[in-house]
């Protein structure tokens, strides 16, 4: 009776230790199969999902994912922070970011928070040089967009690309302030207590690297194309779909059509517009999607 309780006993043991090492087994080929390595077991609710793509997506789905963490972990302490208490490094040249002009030789630089030519009519925490800075990716598709531009008879001019975490808080410490010196050019019709959140945010897509605000130039005189109001103009004027009066301009079916042009051939190049700034464009699948970056714009 005793040995056949051992048999008994000892087939248990074995039942149990073999479906454990076949669990193992295959959460190591989920992980394997959803790019998550060989040193994840447990496979989370993305990694779940990731499952149903297909294999090349899922490869680049991980590469993707795999850049981002890194670039994140190396500037996670220049992330979503106070810039008189953040330290903030420099821009250094690697394979996340680039100059645009290197990619643009004609490329018109006219970056607004380098100066004073701005809404708050002050230069900008962050910005140390009037350089246009991108991801890698969104230059080269700049550069396309560029390239049939200029077979157009036009030059792209960028006023603003990447920006500091820095430049977004000194926004927002801007917006919370008294100072109003140029809200008849910029918010003629909007209370300045109401720029924040509605307007100004604690945090900007043009951190995460992938995003530019730009417009088109005669490619002879380098005139601006007119677009019926200006660069960070707040409110309905600088829809990209309106049209009609407003205070100090009109927006007519001209201006409206040289939007229209601008957003068909940014679209064709892989960007998307912000409804709500005619200027404002970023890159569809942009290498860095929750990063929010925090170096200094300057030249290399």
Not at 16 to 40: F, H, M, P, W, Y
Not at 106 to 126: A, L, Q, S
Not at 196 to 205: E, L, N
Not at 212 to 217: G, L, P, Q
Request: hydrophobic share 30%; with cysteine; charged share 25%.
């Amino acid at each position: 009776m005793k040995k056949k309780q051992n048999r008994r006993f000892a087939l248990y043991v074995l039942i149990i230790l073999t479906a454990v090492i076949a669990v193992n087994c295959k959460k190591r080929q989920v992980a394997e199969q959803t790019g998550l390595g060989r040193d994840s077991i447990s496979v989370d609710t993305t990694a779940k999902a990731n499952i149903h793509n297909s294999k090349s997506n899922s490869t680049q789905a991980y590469k993707d994912k795999k850049d981002d963490e890194e670039s994140a972990a190396a500037n996670d302490k220049n992330q979503i922070a106070d810039p008189e208490n953040q330290p903030v490094r420099k821009f250094e040249p690697h394979s996340g970011f680039v100059l645009v002009r290197d990619y643009i030789p004609d490329v018109i630089e006219d970056i607004r928070y380098f100066t004073t030519n701005n809404f708050m009519g002050e230069k900008v925490n962050g910005y140390q040089a009037n350089a246009a800075i991108l991801t890698r990716q969104a230059a080269q598709r700049l550069k396309e967009a560029a390239d049939e531009f200029r077979s157009m008879g036009y030059v792209i001019k960028i006023y603003d690309a990447y920006r500091p975490q820095s430049a977004v808080n000194h926004f927002v410490k801007w917006a919370q302030g008294a100072d109003q010196k140029n809200k008849k050019d910029y918010y003629p019709t909007i209370a300045k207590n109401n720029l924040f959140p509605r307007y100004i945010a604690r945090k900007s897509g043009h951190s995460k690297g992938s995003t530019v605000d730009m417009t088109i130039c005669d490619k002879e005189t380098k005139e601006e194309v007119d677009m019926g109001s200006h660069f960070d103009y707040f409110g309905p004027p600088s829809h990209t779909a309106f049209t009609g009066n407003y205070p100090g301009g009109t927006v007519n079916n001209t201006h409206n059509k040289n939007r229209m042009m601008l957003k068909r051939v940014m679209e064709r190049h892989g960007f998307t517009n912000y409804a709500n700034e005619w200027w404002h464009y970023t890159l569809n699948h942009q290498p860095y999607p929750n990063s929010y970056f925090n170096f200094q714009v300057v030249d290399k």
